[in-house]
């Protein structure tokens, strides 16, 4: 097993190893819980506890004439229950609002672990924690459709195109169940693993090219070492950016795929 030293540190600069899932935290290995509390485990757990911690302060006496701190909250769950909820599925949005918000608050937070000194990844550059999201975002897509309009009638919904000619049905439906109950997940889950797995190895590659320019020997690669980190600082806020745009995609295709299910129409 390979540990790091440290409370959430890798050593640096950071390498492979901070991909192993199992990596342990130091002081819990060897007893019970050491190979279910890793590292990654942690940092969710820790992101969980941001996320409750920022709305219950934040909005704990909320008043006609927002604080600064209301303000925030109301801010960040105002984005999502305005440009995400009620733009994409309209008034009936509004109900799905908190489960949004909360997903988006969530994801931004355990993608903000990449470019966290110390932690230096985020949970989601691993396959396991987007899948997770994306299941639960299934099963209430599936559940809404289910709902609306029955267990056969939601399959009608989801893979009859309307206005198509019966002889092309039987070359669609198939792609349409695929598509629309199988594949959704699956895309949902991969597209926030890949774009976290990229970042972070992007950030690895000019931060360890760095380091092994600077100690390569000549004197003449250390401005290459220099420029090295020099972009190493511009993706990090190149990251960030992805970051935020990653948190919102994942919401954004979650509000749509729920307006699907509820939709009358395919």
């Given amino acids: 097993m390979i540990t790091q030293p440290g409370?959430?540190?890798?050593?640096?600069?950071?390498?492979?190893?901070?991909?192993?899932?199992?990596?342990?935290?130091?002081?819990?290995?060897?007893?019970?819980?050491?190979?279910?509390?890793?590292?990654l485990t942690l940092l969710v757990w820790i992101a969980v506890a941001i996320?409750?911690?920022?709305?219950?302060?934040?909005?704990?006496?909320?008043?006609?004439?927002?604080?600064?701190?209301?303000?925030?909250?109301?801010?960040?769950?105002?984005?999502?229950?305005?440009?995400?909820?009620?733009?994409?599925?309209?008034?009936?949005?509004?109900?799905?609002a908190p489960y949004l918000a909360t997903i988006f608050c969530f994801v931004f937070v355990t993608n903000l672990w990449s470019i966290v000194p110390f932690a230096q990844i985020s949970p989601n550059s691993h396959l396991a924690f987007p899948a997770v999201l994306a299941v639960l975002t299934w099963f209430i897509?599936?559940?809404?459709?289910?709902?609306?309009?029955?267990?056969?009638?939601?399959?009608?919904?989801?893979?009859?195109?309307?206005?198509?000619?019966?002889?092309?049905?039987?070359?669609?439906i198939p792609i349409e169940f695929i598509s629309n109950l199988v594949l959704r997940p699956i895309t949902l889950a991969v597209r926030l693993f890949a774009n976290m797995f990229a970042?972070?190895?992007?950030?690895?590659?000019?931060?360890?090219?760095?380091?092994?320019?600077?100690?390569?020997?000549?004197?003449?690669?250390?401005?290459?070492?220099?420029?090295?980190?020099?972009?190493?600082?511009?993706?990090?806020?190149?990251?960030?950016?992805?970051l935020s745009l990653q948190a919102y995609v994942f919401t954004l295709l979650s509000a749509t795929y729920f307006q699907s299910s509820i939709s009358e129409e395919h």
């Avoid at 390498?15 to 060897?30: A, M, R």
């Avoid at 989801?158 to 206005?163: D, W």
């Avoid at 250390?222 to 992805?242: C, N, Q, R, V, Y």
């Fill in 51 to 96: 996320v409750i911690v920022f709305f219950l302060v934040t909005y704990r006496n909320p008043t006609l004439v927002p604080s600064k701190k209301q303000w925030l909250a109301e801010s960040v769950y105002g984005v999502v229950r305005n440009n995400i909820a009620t733009d994409i599925i309209g008034p009936q949005g509004v109900r799905f």
């Fill in 199 to 242: 970042g972070h190895m992007i950030l690895l590659v000019f931060t360890l090219g760095g380091v092994a320019l600077w100690n390569a020997g000549p004197l003449l690669l250390k401005p290459a070492a220099l420029g090295s980190w020099a972009f190493a600082i511009i993706m990090t806020l190149f990251e960030l950016f992805i």
């Fill in 141 to 172: 897509y599936i559940g809404l459709g289910v709902k609306k309009h029955g267990f056969f009638g939601y399959l009608k919904h989801a893979c009859v195109q309307p206005g198509v000619p019966w002889l092309v049905q039987p070359i669609l």
């Fill in 7 to 39: 409370f959430l540190a890798s050593e640096f600069p950071p390498g492979p190893e901070v991909f192993d899932y199992k990596t342990l935290i130091p002081s819990l290995e060897g007893s019970p819980w050491g190979h279910a509390f890793t590292k």
